[in-house]
């Protein structure tokens, strides 16, 4: 990955990744993708369709993938939808509706202080920077333990 290889849209990895200090804050344009439905009065939600993530072993896969083998739901569900950026994403699939925060979670800061996860969200100039420092595990876009517990927060819920 890095700068060894681009994607469809023509950008390596680090030309695309601002969290890892790549990419290019010159666009200002909003995102076009249309976020997924959000819950109804009933309760039902769906998956996002266009999300995607990496498996353990380095595979990109869908929220499909996750129920495309009967003998292998329990296995892939169990695996990873505890992680907060695929069951914000994959809400129906991983049983996940309505998306939020774990009640009560809380974690440390770099000060050494107790926040909670609306803590994330309270400064509005802070928000991304706090997203990336606590939500992260890597530049990859997986959920750290702040993102498996901070859904919402997070901006996980798609």
Do not use: M
């Amino acid at each position: 990955f890095g700068s060894g290889w681009a994607g469809p849209d023509g950008q390596t990895a680090n030309e695309a990744c601002c969290f890892c200090g790549g990419g290019s804050t010159t666009n200002t344009s909003a995102p076009t993708k249309a976020p997924a439905k959000a819950p109804t009065s009933g309760g039902t939600c769906e998956d996002d369709a266009g999300f995607s993530f990496f498996t353990d072993s380095g595979a990109l896969k869908s929220c499909s993938w996750l129920t495309q083998l009967e003998e292998k739901i329990d296995f892939r569900t169990g695996r990873y939808c505890g992680r907060g950026h695929v069951k914000g994403a994959c809400r129906e699939t991983c049983n996940f509706c309505p998306c939020g925060d774990e009640p009560g979670f809380t974690f440390t800061v770099n000060n050494g202080n107790e926040k909670g996860c609306s803590w994330l969200t309270r400064n509005l100039e802070k928000i991304q920077f706090r997203r990336n420092l606590y939500c992260y595990s890597d530049s990859s876009g997986a959920a750290s333990s702040v993102g498996d517990a901070c859904v919402s927060s997070c901006g996980f819920c798609l």
